[in-house]
């Protein structure tokens, strides 16, 4: 199996959103070998989208690099490919028009396009939408159509914002468990931030917490589980314990500016 | 088809009486039907008052039987297609010239504050106010009436285009660029089928003021085209044609604003 993945470096990122807003986050380090799939979880409003679109290219740092393999992401590229927090779809296309739009951008056969979205739809399972337009559709529906807008790519960066959290309970377990095979046997690498602990577990190799304000990671934690992974093993729910308990304590982090101030 | 032959044979005239389609042609036979009428009685009353018999040829019987006379002569056609000509030009150069700026107009938005004011100032002006400058300068007729028409139907074209963008969802570009669009996948791929609808609306108000300038730009200079056709009959007295002439326009006026209709609908991607 090749691996297409790529090794992330995040280094001294920081970021705000104009003069007169606050440090979204400030100074944040952060390395990701290849292959990883790796959680962020966090307070809402901690800056995790933020750092996602960074991450994708279409949003800029104020300061300090991202770099894949060793080259900075300055811009979009279907090389990392990023599923935004709403489906936002082209209303005008259909299921299958969504999904293979990102490929019609770039240099593919017919042939090829329409084997990646059959292959993708299926996936997500929305076979019997395939010729529907995607207003017609549920927003758990219109969400998984995102996802297989993103995965058709195969990117060597997958980044997903809160992927499943307007789907039920059955179809986001087996989402979970797809995505992270299809990483795991493409070999891609997944950042995924979710407000899920039980996520975090079941898809990532590791976990971490951002906190604070301005954010920044405050704690991590391996998920050092093998495949597959089901939410009632008991390694499972140990970790889950755990990160719950991490996360908890996150939750009583002072920045250290604070700190110094109040002593 | 079949199913209107079923129903039918059920017994189901009635159902097929009620269906939309019928009935919206019943509602315009009908319409049709009291013009007809309020018509035949104006031309009666012309008629039989000896102050207006000169004029009984504005009737409906006359100008009806005018119709095949003009048909033979070729009038009509010929009507038609000259001023079809300048009418498609002109509408040519508005789209080409409105869409784009209207883009910019939506996209840039120093493009914007700058040009609203001074663009809002020309469209108030009547393009028919435009004629004599026309005249001086473009060589021919047929260019000066063309460019008439496309000054008349600039406007709304490039507004519609403008307001549709303002519309677009801001994601979508966010989308497509994360998704390793470029400029010209943007502007294809989400601009264009985002504010189709808008622009065709455009158009089809364009039509309309197009249509209405053509008539009376073509009194002048031109030998050829429907103003012509009507000019023309007036001063050889020959009423019943000038009114078939009239009714023409109107008719192929409704027909080709039907045609944008179907194509606004068409283009429409919005639900309820
Ligand atoms: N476009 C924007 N302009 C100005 N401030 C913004 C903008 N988007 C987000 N922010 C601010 O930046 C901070 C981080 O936002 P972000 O969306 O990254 O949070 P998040 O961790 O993803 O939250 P959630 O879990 O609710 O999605 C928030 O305080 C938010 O108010
Ligand atoms: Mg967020």
């Known amino acids: 199996m090749a691996i297409r993945g790529t090794e992330i470096k995040i280094q001294g990122l920081t970021h705000r959103y104009g003069s007169r807003s606050g440090v979204t986050f400030n100074r944040v380090d952060l390395v990701s070998p290849p292959g990883e799939a790796l959680a962020i979880i966090g307070r809402s409003g901690c800056g995790k989208s933020t750092l996602l679109h960074i991450l994708a290219g279409v949003l800029k740092p104020t300061e300090g690099k991202v770099l894949l393999n060793g080259t900075e992401i300055t811009a979009p590229s279907p090389r990392w490919v990023m599923m935004f927090q709403a489906p936002h779809l082209f209303p005008w296309m259909t299921v299958t028009q969504n999904v293979g739009v990102g490929l019609s951008f770039g240099r593919w056969s017919k042939q090829e396009i329409a084997e990646r979205v059959t292959e993708a739809i299926k996936l997500v399972e929305l076979q019997e939408f395939a010729t529907a337009n995607v207003q017609d559709l549920s927003g758990g529906q219109q969400q998984r159509v995102a996802l297989a807008r993103s995965l058709v790519m195969e990117p060597e960066l997958l980044l997903l914002d809160e992927p499943f959290s307007a789907l039920d309970a059955f179809t986001r377990a087996s989402l979970q468990k797809d995505v992270r095979s299809i990483a795991k046997r493409k070999g891609f690498n997944i950042v995924f931030v979710t407000h899920d602990i039980d996520e975090a577990v079941i898809m990532g190799d590791r976990a971490v917490i951002m906190a604070g304000s301005p954010g920044n990671i405050v704690h991590e934690l391996d998920i050092d589980l093998p495949d597959p992974r089901d939410r009632h093993d008991d390694a499972v729910q140990a970790l889950r314990t755990r990160l719950m308990a991490t996360f908890q304590e996150a939750a009583n982090y002072t920045k250290p500016q604070s700190a110094t101030l109040a002593a | ?272």
């Open chain 2, 1 to 272: 088809m079949s199913v209107a032959v079923t129903t039918a044979q059920e017994g189901g005239i009635c159902r097929l009486m009620k269906h939309p389609v019928v009935q919206n042609i019943g509602w315009a036979a009908g319409g049709i039907a009291i013009l007809a009428i309020l018509w035949s009685i104006a031309g009666y009353l012309l008629v039989n008052d000896p102050s207006t018999k000169n004029f009984a040829k504005f009737g409906l019987v006359p100008t009806l039987k005018a119709f095949p006379e003009l048909w033979e002569m070729g009038k009509i056609q010929n009507a038609l297609a000259a001023s079809g000509y300048r009418l498609g030009m002109g509408l040519l150069i508005a789209i080409v010239i409105g869409v784009p700026i209207g883009i910019l107009m939506g996209r840039v938005k120093w493009f914007r504050d700058y040009t609203n004011s001074p663009f809002q100032f020309v469209r108030m002006i009547s393009p028919l106010s435009w004629m004599p400058i026309a005249v001086l300068v473009f060589a021919t007729w047929n260019g000066s009436i063309i460019f008439l028409i496309a000054i008349a139907a600039v406007w709304p074209i490039m507004f519609a285009t403008a307001a549709g963008l303002a519309k677009v969802d801001p994601n979508w570009f966010k989308v497509a660029r994360n998704l390793g669009a470029r400029p010209w996948h943007i502007l294809t791929k989400v601009i264009m089928p985002a504010i189709s609808f808008d622009v065709f609306s455009g158009m089809r108000l364009a039509l309309g003021v197009a249509w209405i300038v053509i008539v009376p730009a073509e009194y002048l200079g031109v030998t050829s085209g429907l103003g012509y056709s009507i000019k023309d009959a007036r001063e050889t007295l020959s009423y019943d044609h000038l009114t078939a002439m009239v009714v023409t326009i109107g008719i192929v006026g409704y027909f080709l604003d039907s045609i944008l209709v179907v194509i606004i609908n068409r283009s429409s991607w919005h639900r309820g």
